[in-house]
């Protein structure tokens, strides 16, 4: 199965939990592509999206990941099946805000997430691409082609 891996950072966090999951999925006989910078052009919405982002501001979204949250809020999203890892500091009281627009924004398209999202307080797992990988490496065997 080929799985896009959409990357929403600002320090770096959500990319080596991106490349973490990467790694993990090739191990597993997936096809995984890590998209730094994603855009509608380089993904291929028929395969399974993972989007994997952090949240800065005032519970805003990575300036790299906007564009193709902005895009994907214009299209018809039904028959996408997605997958949402946030990354968040429950010191702030926008926790993962960022992980929810992404969810509010394509299931309000028609996508249909596979998982409730999973979010990642740094403040208590300082190395989330850990976490990451051993929950969704749990979840793996109920995702179907």
Known sequence: MDVNIAIGSVLGASEYVAEAVEAML?????????????????????????????THGAGDLPDNIQPFIKD???????????????????????????????ESTIVGAGASLLFPVFQIDVLHHPIPEELAVEWLSTKLSTITA
């Open 26 to 54: 090739k191990t597993k006989g997936y096809n995984a592509t890590c998209h730094f910078t994603p855009s509608i052009s380089d993904i291929n919405l028929e395969q399974l999206l993972v989007i994997i982002t952090s």
């Open 72 to 102: 994907l809020a214009g299209k018809d999203l039904t028959g996408v099946r997605a997958i949402i890892i946030g990354l968040g500091d429950s010191s702030y009281d926008t926790f993962c805000a960022a992980s929810l627009t992404v």
